[in-house]
């Protein structure tokens, strides 16, 4: 049985005049133990999966309908104190920004201490002894001074390490990981990436990772969603995505990659912007920016299917695969 | 800390030179001297005698700075109409004053801190719909009117409370008689205490809530949401400790405006503090002890703005005072 | 290039003004019914000569003998005192418009010298910077430290005392003015010195200085555009309580004379008789303030739901 799955969920907005829809029929499941990528531009509704994971939408976005199933609990029709006892115990999230995650204050020790008694009947010493070693875990020196310092003290990539930490607190099954190092420098980017895949695997904690960058999905992550405007548009084993990619989206993500690139060459961008909530073009969303697009692109909306190794929402997927085919054998 | 400190005295002290500047300035332009001590009777050899004694003639520098050290030595002249030295008569009504402070801020940080959570918290309930409401009418009655229409209806109409004067007191230390310790003492502290924190009250509730709700916006709340947390710890220790942050900043300032607000309060209760003696004062020209409140009032500013600092200081950890100092 | 920005920077606040502004206030009944209520009793103020049917100001229409007469729907009432009389004599209902007027005067009048002070203050200090921005702001922490009130309070009880209160009361509204003006200045400076500082940093300004253009038009044609929204914000507030400080001062006896009394002064004349039974020189003066006041703040913080960026999340 699957850890996490989630069908047909769709997520709603309640703006001034109207409701308008941020998460259109998502399904996918994750079993124990396994990494899954969610991967878009900014506004494709990834961090919105997240949140809504966890049931912790805040206003004015709310769960409109569909199914949650942590461990055959549905998330979504869960009471308070049931959805407190599953957040922080059995799913941690990871925030994106460490700067303005922790409280600033409370101290590290405060704000570790507090999330394991939340869920564990300790004394406060044996929860700052449980810290400490979690600390250690994450590689954090001299942790015990760490406890009594107030997260302004602390860099980011340190303070983000924290966060690890806690999420690690409880021993949860399922991490999920919000853009966990977009606001971090550069340099400390992968250590973070690289301690997160260590823990993860060392400890069999599943992960949901959410980001932008398909390089480290390639790097993390055993499955990945491609999420576009709401909707998923393709789903599959990471390597085949990675390698294969079917949607035109997810071809011009990976085309748009430096690596991608010769040097000295132009990026090759995806032309054009992803489009607002309130205005997602007719049929399917990417129409409007994608090349291949035909009437029925602009009239119709795609539903995901198997093609190959992996599931995609495209109309013309089998034209494209025979164009590839037929530039491959010219060339 | 102590290089903080130090910058935070030095400007107190810069502040206390303009205050003294002020009052050496009211001191000598306002009313005459001369004919507070012998009259106009004497002839004008004698006076310009006398304004040699008392030093009248002497260049402004020495004038101030002879003002400064009698000052500094406690000596704020002696006031024409008490014939008491100015500081006595201040510090005899300074408790008095300071009562009604104490009642009106218990009443406002007791008040203020529950109802600006439970607003924060529940915005949409009739409940508080109606506290937001009576908070903006709160903030429309000048502190005078509500004093006035208190007495109308306790005092007047119903009989219930005294309308003027402190009641009965008991000396406790020094100058210092309290109206805490009988019943009587009670009652006749209860309207003015309301009337001087009618208007604080309301504008701290607003506050309250404003900063709270910006706070349960913030990512910290909702990350301490997302790692379970009880919501009551939520609310009464991440929340309202960043909250209280601002609150503790607007509260030093209010801090001046109540000390404007006790010289109202005071004048409709006819209740003998500082306020009221003050206006007294200036009806009668009685500058030394104009020059004195002036002086105590500004002390007072100068003292709990500091304390207010270093409150602030302490509470927010992001504030390192070693650092402030440098 | 920087008037494009600029011209930008003014169709976003007249759409503001047009869409959304007007929408939210079609939307609350509660805004709708405030500016009603104050663009009533501000025409009526205005209109005070036309309207009242006496003159308080006119000595040869007051007669003491008509002194604390209640309203008209009270026992021994006069009819042609529709809100009964002051202790003087006066008509409450020709007073109170005339006070009514005078409040609000005053109460614009010392916003508008805020406001000019607060803004030239706070654009000198935001654009200027350095050691002039430090001491103007150090300046107005010690200035906010104090009171409007209090020092309202000492510098007019200094100048009656100095001056003699004939000669005071002849130009108590300049004083009043000038006090309440004077000592609310900070707050302006503070806000408009923040716009300066945010708007600095942008392109167009920069591109502004590079095209040739002068600090003084850079400042008042580029940068004061975008802090007009908040400067309407705090207007609002500040003219409530302009007109309450000028209530509380007049109160004290340090504002208007009872000769030429604003709300405050009658409130004050009549509290001396509100033992004696003659409420309604009081509570009658005393429920026009509260409602003027009140309107006001309700407008104002109908305003700053609308106009504050802060609250415009989600």
């Not at chain 1, 692109?297 to 997927?317: D, L, M, N, T």
């Not at chain 2, 402190?166 to 100058?175: A, E, T």
């Not at chain 3, 706070?122 to 910077?129: D, I, K, Q, R, S």
Request: hydrophobic letters at 50%.
């Amino acid at each position: 049985m699957s850890l996490l799955s989630v069908r047909d969920l769709n997520v709603k907005f309640a703006m001034r005049d109207e409701t308008v829809t941020a998460l259109n029929g998502i399904s996918f499941d994750l079993a124990k133990g396994e990494r899954l990528g969610i991967v878009g531009e900014s506004g494709a509704g990834k961090s919105i999966t997240g949140f809504a994971l966890m049931n912790l939408l805040s206003r004015p976005g709310f769960i409109d309908s569909g199914e949650i199933l942590f461990d055959g609990q549905d998330v979504v029709t869960m009471n308070n104190k049931q959805l407190r006892e599953i957040r922080g115990n059995r799913i941690a999230m990871i925030f994106q920004d460490p700067m303005v995650t922790l409280n600033p204050v409370l101290t590290i020790g405060q704000q570790m201490v507090e999330t394991l008694r939340a869920h564990r009947k300790v004394s406060h010493e044996e929860a700052r002894q449980i810290a400490v070693v979690k600390l250690r875990e994450v590689y954090i020196p001299s942790p015990e001074e760490r406890l009594d310092q107030y997260p302004h003290e602390l860099s980011g990539g340190m303070r983000q390490r924290i966060i690890i930490a806690i999420a690690l607190l409880l021993d949860p099954q399922l991490i999920i990981a919000d853009e966990p190092t977009t606001a971090l420098d550069v340099t400390i980017q992968a250590d973070i990436m690289e301690l997160m895949l260590e823990l993860c695997q060392s400890n069999q904690v599943g992960l949901i990772l959410i980001t932008h960058d398909l390089g480290v999905v390639s790097q993390m992550t055993e499955r990945t969603l491609v999420m576009y405007a709401g909707r998923i548009i393709e789903s599959g084993r990471t390597r085949s995505i990675i390698n294969d990619p079917q949607h035109p989206y997810t071809q011009g993500l990976i085309n748009a990659l430096p690596q991608q690139t010769q040097p000295g060459e132009r990026l090759r961008q995806i032309p054009g912007n992803m489009p607002t909530l309130a205005q997602i073009p007719s049929g399917c969303a990417f129409n409007p920016r994608c090349e291949f697009a035909t009437d029925t692109c602009r009239s119709q909306i795609p539903k995901i299917s198997q093609y190959g190794e992996v599931e995609v929402a495209c109309h013309e997927v089998h034209r494209l695969q025979l164009e590839t085919q037929l530039e491959d054998q010219e060339a | 800390m102590f290089a903080y400190l130090v910058k935070r005295v030095f400007q107190a002290i810069a502040v206390m030179f303009v205050i003294s500047l002020i009052a050496f300035a009211i001191q000598g332009n306002l009313g005459d001297p001369l004919r507070e001590l012998v009259g106009q009777s004497v002839s004008e050899e004698v006076r310009q005698q006398l304004r040699e004694e008392l030093g009248l003639n002497d260049p402004f520098l020495a004038q101030y700075l002879r003002f400064v050290s009698n000052a500094l030595q406690g000596d704020l002249g002696t006031s024409y109409f008490f014939k008491e030295p100015a500081l006595d008569v201040i510090l005899k009504k300074l408790p008095a004053t300071l009562e009604l402070v104490l009642g009106a801020t218990i009443i406002i940080i007791g008040l203020s801190v529950p109802l600006g959570v439970y607003t924060a918290i529940k915005p949409n309930t009739i409940l508080s719909r109606g506290i937001m409401g009576l908070s903006i009418v709160g903030i429309s009655v000048p502190v005078f009117l509500t004093a006035i229409l208190m007495i109308f209806l306790f005092s007047v109409e119903l009989g219930w409370l005294p309308s003027f004067g402190r009641g009965d007191i008991v000396p406790v230390w020094g100058y210092w008689e309290t109206n805490f310790a009988t019943a009587d003492g009670w009652l006749h502290i209860l309207m003015p205490s309301i009337a001087l924190a009618s208007i604080m009250l309301p504008l701290f509730v607003r506050l309250i809530r404003a900063e709270m709700m910006e706070v349960l916006q913030s990512e910290y709340v909702r990350y301490a949401t997302a790692k379970g947390i009880n919501p009551w710890r939520i609310y009464f220790v991440h929340a309202l400790k960043n909250t209280l942050l601002p609150v503790i900043t607007v509260g030093g300032v209010q801090i001046g405006t109540m000390v404007a607000y006790t010289i109202l309060t005071e004048t409709v209760f006819q209740w003998p503090g500082m306020g009221f003696m003050f206006l007294e004062a200036v009806n009668r020209v009685d500058t030394p002890l104009i020059v004195a409140y002036l002086i105590v009032v500004g002390g007072i500013f100068v003292v709990t703005n500091t304390i207010v600092d270093l409150i602030y200081g302490l509470v927010n950890p992001t504030v390192n005072l070693a650092r402030m100092g440098a | 290039m920087s008037d494009l920005s600029q011209q930008q920077q003014l169709s976003r606040f007249a759409k503001i003004m047009d869409s959304n502004m007007m929408y939210s206030f079609r939307r609350n009944p509660v805004a709708v019914a405030s500016f009603v209520v104050f663009i009533i009793i501000a025409i009526c103020a205005f209109l005070a000569p036309v309207i009242a049917p006496y003159n308080p100001y006119d000595p040869a229409q007051i007669d003491l003998l008509n002194s604390e007469y209640p309203p008209a729907w009270v026992e021994g009432a006069l009819p042609e005192f529709v809100l009964g009389t002051d202790d003087q004599g006066r008509d409450l209902w020709s007073t109170i418009l005339y006070g009514t007027r005078l409040s609000i005067i005053i109460g614009i009048c010392a916003v508008a010298l805020q406001a000019f002070l607060g803004i030239s203050i706070g654009l000198v200090a935001g654009y200027v910077g350095g050691r002039t921005d430090n001491l103007l702001m150090r300046l107005a922490d010690i200035q906010l430290s104090f009171s409007t009130l209090m020092v309202a309070i000492i510098f007019l009880a200094v100048t009656q005392a100095l001056f003699g209160s004939e000669l005071f009361n002849r130009y108590a509204v300049f004083f009043l003015i000038a006090v309440i003006g004077v000592a609310e200045w900070p707050q302006y400076a503070r806000t408009v010195r923040a716009t300066v500082l945010a708007e600095k940093k942008k392109e167009y300004i920069d591109s502004a200085r590079v095209l040739g253009f002068g600090p003084m038009r850079i400042m008042l044609r580029h940068i004061l555009p975008n802090s007009l929204s908040p400067i309407f914000v705090i207007s609002t507030v500040q003219v409530a309580n302009a007109i309450i400080s000028e209530a509380s001062l007049s109160f004290l006896g340090l504002g208007m004379p009872p000769s030429q009394p604003s709300l405050g002064s009658l409130i004050s004349s009549g509290f001396d008789y509100i033992y004696s039974g003659s409420w309604w020189i009081t509570v009658i003066p005393g429920v026009v303030l509260v409602v003027l006041v009140l309107v006001i703040n309700l407008l104002g913080d109908w305003v700053r739901d609308v106009l504050n960026p802060k609250l415009y999340k989600g």
